[in-house]
């Protein structure tokens, strides 16, 4: 292993726990290799899971430039949502929809830039599609990139549980503010009931091995 891989694979353990010593490890891979997508990314996420999207997007951007993909996109949506730059995130989302219809996150990011603008039925439309006909689109293997080519940053976490228990959460805040306690209540028993299954799940998986 070389001293590239050694800082992305250090600066990736600690991500989750410590994300300010997570970016100043992905700098130092940044000075052997300034193009380094895996860097970018990270730095990216760190600055995101810090509530520092302003810089969050700078990295993505950085990172776009570098290699177009359906997971920076995602990043960088997320990022302009924060910064309350709806049209902007929603160009982000509608870049990856055009060559993955069906994708889970892009379908949820449209309904939360939606859901932001008071577009309230745009929104359940676009949550109520994630969670029928959405999926967890996959990067795909690229050389180099074996632990960012698929959705797995620790830091923020890609699961199609994780994105379903987000569309179910938008659906319970966009009926509320439609006025539609029923049907708030309503999604709010179909979003636990997915938690109380994924735990049961998780919990399954873990005495079966």
């Known amino acids: 292993m070389d001293r590239l891989e050694q800082l992305l694979v250090s600066a990736n353990n600690v991500s989750t726990d410590d994300p300010i010593e997570a970016i100043e490890i992905y700098n130092l891979a940044l000075v052997i290799d300034g193009k380094n997508i895996e860097a970018l990314n990270g730095i990216g996420c760190a600055y995101l899971s810090n509530r520092r999207p302003q810089d969050a997007a700078r990295y993505f951007m950085m990172s776009l430039k ?62 109520e599609r994630s969670l029928s006909k959405g999926y967890l689109a996959y990067a795909g293997y690229k050389p ?44 709010a028993l179909r979003y636990k009931f997915t938690e109380s299954k994924n735990s049961f799940l998780g919990l399954f998986r873990r005495f079966s091995l």
């Open 66 to 127: 570098v290699c177009d993909d359906i997971d920076t996109r995602t990043y960088l949506g997320r990022a302009l949502l924060l910064l309350g730059a709806f049209e902007s995130a929603r160009s982000q989302f509608q870049a990856i929809l055009k060559d993955r219809p069906e994708d889970l996150y892009a379908m949820i990011g449209m309904g939360d830039a939606s859901r932001a603008e008071g577009c309230l039925d745009d929104a359940i439309c676009l949550y």
């Open 144 to 187: 180099g990139r074996e632990r960012w080519g698929i959705r797995s940053a620790k830091n923020i976490g890609f699961s199609e549980s994780i994105g379903r228990i987000q569309a179910y959460r938008g659906l319970v805040d966009v009926y509320s503010k439609k006025g539609e306690p029923w049907m708030a209540f309503v999604a």
